[in-house]
């Protein structure tokens, strides 16, 4: 079983930064592909960016060149760098872990780009 927590959202003004962390539980960690999905009021659920168990990273083009993704896997925690926040960044960010037939969810953590 792994648990996936959620930590570093909150309120940012526009053009501002944040780093979401997420720490997993298990043994999982080190062979799966980790993402970051963001679902915003009303909206359905969608991709942000994701790593491989190799750090082979990928971007949806909405984040791409402002937000990063990183893991440490002697942490089993996977970052997502946000910079150069926009209003429409508002939303629930979730961590995601993948590894064969597994798919394991976090809680979210809420992120509100506002003046």
């Not at 930064?17 to 009021?41: D, E, I, N, T």
């Not at 440490?72 to 925690?77: G, R």
């Not at 960010?93 to 993948?98: K, S, T």
Request: charged content about 15%; some cysteine; proline content about 3%.
């Amino acid at each position: 079983q792994v648990q996936l927590v959620e930590s570093g959202g909150g309120l940012v003004q526009p053009g501002g930064s944040l780093r979401l962390s997420c720490v997993a539980s298990g043994s999982m960690f080190r062979s799966a592909a980790m993402a970051w999905y963001r679902q915003a009021p009303g909206a359905q659920r969608e991709f942000v960016a994701t790593i491989s168990s190799i750090s082979i990273t990928n971007y949806a083009d909405s984040v791409k060149g402002r937000f990063t993704i990183s893991r440490d896997n002697a942490k089993k925690t996977v970052y997502l760098q946000m910079n150069s926040l926009k209003p429409e960044d508002t939303a629930v960010y979730y961590c995601n872990l993948r590894s064969g037939w597994y798919d394991y969810w976090g809680q979210g953590t809420p992120v509100t780009v506002s003046s």
